[in-house]
Nanobody
Framework: QVQLVESGGGLVQPGGSLRLSCAASGITLHYYNIGWFRQAPGKEREGVSCISSRDRSTFYADSVKGRFTISRDNAKNMVYLQMNSLKPEDTAVYYC?????????????????WGQGTQVTVSS
């Protein structure tokens, strides 16, 4: 019954922007830790940005801090990732995720519910 569906990915030039959206059903995101993760070919899935359900604190990977912004709309049960000043190194499949339990950071192995992913390609 739990479903997370990402959208908004695509091809963008370096320096451009994209806004990813994640629509949730079967859970109320307000009560969950939420996050955005990405995985490039041959690389581990890494945390991009997360929000703790406990204290609403946010985490950003050093590589995206200042460029990406995570947000949620509780009324719409959605999560967003605004990505600005995109770089070729940002190219990856991006996933939204949620978890109800205790999390120690923004680690993929801590999250139970996952979307299908959306491809982001940054290229001239």
């Amino acid at each position: 019954q739990v479903q997370l569906v990402e959208s908004g990915g695509g091809l963008v030039q370096p320096g451009g922007s994209l806004r990813l959206s994640c629509a949730a059903s079967g859970i109320t995101l307000h009560y969950y830790n939420i996050g955005w993760f990405r995985q490039a070919p041959g690389k581990e899935r890494e945390g991009v940005s997360c929000i703790s359900s406990r204290d609403r604190s946010t985490f950003y990977a050093d590589s995206v801090k200042g460029r990406f912004t995570i947000s949620r709309d509780n009324a719409k049960n959605m999560v967003y990732l605004q990505m600005n000043s995109l770089k070729p190194e940002d190219t990856a499949v991006y996933y939204c995720a949620a978890d109800y339990g205790l999390v120690y950071g923004c680690l993929a192995r801590e999250y139970d519910y996952w979307g299908q992913g959306t491809q982001v390609t940054v290229s001239s």
